[in-house]
């Protein structure tokens, strides 16, 4: 089992930034693959960022430029740095864990940019 805990949601105004944040714990070794989505009121979820198997990231379109992913291995946490806020951004983030082929999920953080 894996658990995860976000932090950093919030409402900010268009353009700003928010840093979101999810700890891990759970396994002592080899968390598996980090990486955060989002659901916006209507929508689907969707994947906002990830890392890609080469070690590199990845991102949705409309976040690319503007988002920021990164990993610490050692404390087992995942950030996302969002920045130039758009109204579209608000939603529900959430942290993602795969395991195992084991989907994980934290609580989820809510996001919310106003025009």
């Known amino acids: 089992q894996v658990q995860l805990v976000e932090s950093g949601g919030g409402l900010v105004q268009a353009g700003e930034s928010l840093r979101l944040s999810c700890a891990a714990s759970?396994?002592?070794?080899?968390?598996?693959?980090m990486d955060w989505y989002r659901q916006a009121p209507g929508k689907q979820r969707e994947l906002v960022a990830t890392?890609?198997?080469?070690?590199?990231?990845d991102y949705a379109d409309s976040v690319k430029g503007r988002f920021t992913i990164s990993r610490d291995n050692a404390k087992n946490t995942v950030d996302l740095e969002m920045n130039s806020l758009k109204p579209e951004d608000t939603a529900v983030y959430y942290c993602?864990?795969?395991?195992?082929?084991?989907?994980?999920w934290g609580q989820g953080t809510q996001v919310i940019v106003s025009s």
């Open positions: 759970g396994p002592r070794f080899g968390i598996g693959v």
């Open positions: 993602h864990v795969l395991r195992f082929r084991s989907d994980y």
């Open positions: 890392f890609t198997s080469g070690g590199g990231t």
